[in-house]
C-alpha cells in the first residue's frame, strides 16, 4: 500500500454547506423537490430550507392545518355550523308550527316567500332567499300535480289495452365518458295502480337493447337486454289497487325501488351483474312504450299485455312527461286523469261466488252449483242442516254426494238435485 502524500497529491475536495451539492457545491438543493406543502399550497425554495404559501383557508408550515370557519360561531339562531374548506355552511333549525323559517347564510333572516305563495292542490310551499337576498318560495307537489305551482294534471290511464309510443331526444354528447355517463344515468320513475296480475308498464329501447318493467303475477320485473340479460323482481304483490311508486335506475347494475303500502320509505332490489350499458349508445333507448308495446316486442317481454289500470308522475331521466303531452303521440287507449270504481263493493256475485276486481269490471269466481256471470244460475239444489253422517246403498249402487259448504255457515251444505 502506497502511504499518502501531500507532495505528490493532486486535486480537491469540496465540502459542502447544507443546502448545496455537486463537485464543487454549485448546485443548490430543491427542498421542494419532495412536494411538501399540502392543500393545494405552493413551495418557494430557499437555500437550505422552504416556505409553503397556503391557499386561503389553511395554515400551518406544511398548510396541514383545516383554518375551522365555525370558530367564529357565525351561524345565528340555533343553527348548526359544519366546516368546509374556506367556508362553512349553515343548517338552519326546524321552524315552530305557525311560525316562518331562518334562512340566508347565517341563519339570519326570516323567509317570509309563503306569506302569499299560489301552490295548489295540497303541494307544500318552501320559502327559499334567492341570491339578490328578495324572498320567494318553491312548490313540492304532491302525488298526481305537476309544474311550479303544482297545478298540472300528472295522472292518466288505459282502461283498454293499448300504448303510447314516443321518441325521446338525444342529448348529444362531445367526448366517450360523457356518452358513458348518460347512458349510465338511465332512470325510469312512476307511480301507478291496479288489480291485474300481469301486463306491460313500459319498454324502452330497440328490439336488441332494451329496458322493460312488467307485472308478472302480481310481482314487479324489470329487464334489461344490453348483450347480456339482466333482471331483478320485486317479489311482493303489487296488484292490490293501491298506488305504488316504482323506480329503475342503472348503476353497476339493475336497481329497482319500491314505495308503497308494506314500504313506505323504500324498498330496493338489485342485480349486480356486469353493466353492459357502459358500452352502449344514448340513441340505443330513444324509443319509449308507456303501457304496452307492438306485437313483435311481445317475445322479449313475460307478458306481452297491455296495461291496464292508473298511472302519473311518470319521469322518464328526471324529467316528468305530461299526460297532456302523452296524448299529442302516437296513442291508443290514454285518458286523461283516473277513474275507478269498486266492483266488489256490492254483492255482485250474489254470495253464490267470489268476486275478482278486474278494473274495468268484475268477476265472478262461482261456488258450486251456481254459474252465470253474476253467479246467478243454478241447477236446483237442497240445503240440509248438519253434517252428513252415513253414505247410502241402494241396489248395491254407490250414490255419492256433491257437497258445499255454505261460506256464512259451516254446519249447513248444498246437494244438487
Given at each position: 500500500m502506497t502511504n499518502f502524500s501531500y507532495d505528490i497529491a493532486a486535486g480537491f475536495i469540496c465540502h459542502c454547506l447544507p443546502g448545496f451539492a455537486g463537485y464543487n457545491c454549485s448546485v443548490n438543493v430543491d427542498e421542494c423537490e419532495s412536494a411538501p406543502c399540502h392543500h393545494g399550497g405552493s413551495c418557494q425554495d430557499h437555500v437550505n430550507s422552504f416556505q409553503c404559501l397556503c391557499p386561503e383557508g389553511f395554515t400551518g408550515v406544511l398548510c396541514e392545518v383545516d383554518i375551522n370557519e365555525c370558530d367564529s360561531n357565525p351561524c345565528q339562531n340555533g343553527a348548526m355550523c359544519e366546516d368546509a374548506a374556506n367556508s362553512y355552511r349553515c343548517h338552519c333549525p326546524m321552524s315552530?308550527?305557525?311560525?316562518?323559517?331562518?334562512?340566508?347564510?347565517?341563519?339570519?333572516?326570516?323567509?317570509?316567500?309563503?306569506?302569499?305563495?299560489?301552490?295548489?292542490?295540497?303541494?307544500?310551499?318552501?320559502?327559499?332567499?334567492?341570491?339578490?337576498?328578495?324572498?320567494?318560495?318553491?312548490?313540492?307537489?304532491?302525488?298526481?300535480?305537476?309544474?311550479?305551482?303544482?297545478?298540472?294534471?300528472?295522472?292518466?290511464?288505459?282502461?283498454?289495452?293499448?300504448?303510447?309510443?314516443m321518441?325521446?331526444?338525444?342529448?348529444?354528447?362531445?367526448?366517450?365518458?360523457?356518452?358513458?355517463?348518460?347512458?349510465?344515468?338511465?332512470?325510469?320513475?312512476?307511480?301507478?295502480?291496479?288489480?291485474?296480475?300481469?301486463?306491460?308498464?313500459?319498454?324502452?329501447?330497440?328490439?336488441?337493447?332494451?329496458?322493460s318493467l312488467e307485472l308478472v303475477d302480481g310481482s314487479l320485473q324489470a329487464t334489461v337486454n344490453s348483450g347480456s340479460l339482466l333482471k331483478v323482481v320485486y317479489p311482493s304483490p303489487v296488484n292490490d289497487g293501491e298506488w305504488h311508486q316504482v323506480t329503475v335506475t342503472m348503476d353497476e347494475g339493475l336497481v329497482l325501488t319500491v314505495?308503497?303500502?308494506?314500504?313506505?320509505?323504500?324498498?330496493?332490489?338489485?342485480?349486480?351483474?356486469?353493466?353492459?350499458?357502459?358500452?352502449?349508445?344514448?340513441?340505443?333507448?330513444?324509443?319509449?312504450?308507456?303501457?304496452?308495446?307492438?306485437?313483435?316486442?311481445?317475445?322479449?317481454?313475460?307478458?306481452?299485455?297491455?296495461?291496464i289500470?292508473?298511472?302519473?308522475?311518470?319521469?322518464?331521466?328526471?324529467?316528468?312527461?305530461?299526460?297532456?303531452?302523452?296524448?299529442?303521440?302516437?296513442?291508443?287507449?290514454?285518458?286523461?286523469?283516473?277513474?275507478?270504481?269498486?266492483?266488489?263493493?256490492?254483492?255482485?256475485?250474489?254470495?253464490?261466488?267470489?268476486?275478482?276486481?278486474?278494473?274495468?269490471?268484475?268477476?265472478?269466481?262461482?261456488?258450486?252449483?251456481?254459474?252465470?256471470?253474476?253467479?246467478?244460475?243454478?241447477n236446483g239444489s237442497y240445503i240440509y242442516k248438519g253434517l252428513l253422517s252415513k253414505i247410502l246403498f241402494m241396489d248395491c249402487w254407490m250414490i255419492y254426494l256433491a257437497l258445499n259448504l255454505k261460506k256464512d255457515n259451516p254446519d249447513s251444505f248444498v246437494v244438487p238435485k
Amino acid at each position: 500500500m502506497t502511504n499518502f502524500s501531500y507532495d505528490i497529491a493532486a486535486g480537491f475536495i469540496c465540502h459542502c454547506l447544507p443546502g448545496f451539492a455537486g463537485y464543487n457545491c454549485s448546485v443548490n438543493v430543491d427542498e421542494c423537490e419532495s412536494a411538501p406543502c399540502h392543500h393545494g399550497g405552493s413551495c418557494q425554495d430557499h437555500v437550505n430550507s422552504f416556505q409553503c404559501l397556503c391557499p386561503e383557508g389553511f395554515t400551518g408550515v406544511l398548510c396541514e392545518v383545516d383554518i375551522n370557519e365555525c370558530d367564529s360561531n357565525p351561524c345565528q339562531n340555533g343553527a348548526m355550523c359544519e366546516d368546509a374548506a374556506n367556508s362553512y355552511r349553515c343548517h338552519c333549525p326546524m321552524s315552530e308550527p305557525g311560525q316562518e323559517p331562518w334562512g340566508g347564510r347565517d341563519c339570519d333572516v326570516k323567509l317570509l316567500g309563503c306569506r302569499q305563495h299560489q301552490c295548489q292542490h295540497g303541494a307544500t310551499c318552501v320559502p327559499i332567499l334567492n341570491i339578490d337576498r328578495g324572498h320567494s318560495y318553491i312548490c313540492i307537489c304532491p302525488p298526481g300535480w305537476g309544474a311550479e305551482r303544482c297545478n298540472t294534471l300528472t295522472t292518466f290511464s288505459f282502461n283498454i289495452e293499448g300504448y303510447v309510443h314516443m321518441q325521446l331526444p338525444v342529448v348529444k354528447n362531445s367526448t366517450k365518458q360523457e356518452a358513458a355517463d348518460k347512458t349510465q344515468g338511465l332512470h325510469m320513475q312512476l307511480r301507478f295502480r291496479s288489480t291485474l296480475p300481469s301486463m306491460v308498464l313500459y319498454y324502452r329501447g330497440t328490439m336488441e337493447h332494451f329496458l322493460s318493467l312488467e307485472l308478472v303475477d302480481g310481482s314487479l320485473q324489470a329487464t334489461v337486454n344490453s348483450g347480456s340479460l339482466l333482471k331483478v323482481v320485486y317479489p311482493s304483490p303489487v296488484n292490490d289497487g293501491e298506488w305504488h311508486q316504482v323506480t329503475v335506475t342503472m348503476d353497476e347494475g339493475l336497481v329497482l325501488t319500491v314505495k308503497g303500502p308494506g314500504c313506505k320509505e323504500g324498498c330496493q332490489v338489485r342485480n349486480e351483474g356486469h353493466n353492459h350499458l357502459i358500452f352502449l349508445q344514448p340513441s340505443f333507448f330513444q324509443q319509449l312504450y308507456i303501457g304496452g308495446v307492438p306485437l313483435e316486442y311481445a317475445s322479449h317481454l313475460s307478458s306481452g299485455k297491455g296495461y291496464i289500470g292508473c298511472m302519473e308522475d311518470l319521469k322518464v331521466d328526471h324529467k316528468l312527461l305530461l299526460p297532456q303531452d302523452l296524448i299529442r303521440e302516437e296513442n291508443k287507449g290514454l285518458e286523461l286523469g283516473c277513474s275507478k270504481k269498486n266492483w266488489c263493493s256490492e254483492d255482485i256475485c250474489l254470495e253464490h261466488g267470489q268476486c275478482v276486481d278486474m278494473w274495468v269490471h268484475a268477476n265472478c269466481v262461482c261456488y258450486r252449483p251456481y254459474y252465470g256471470s253474476h253467479c246467478e244460475k243454478g241447477n236446483g239444489s237442497y240445503i240440509y242442516k248438519g253434517l252428513l253422517s252415513k253414505i247410502l246403498f241402494m241396489d248395491c249402487w254407490m250414490i255419492y254426494l256433491a257437497l258445499n259448504l255454505k261460506k256464512d255457515n259451516p254446519d249447513s251444505f248444498v246437494v244438487p238435485k
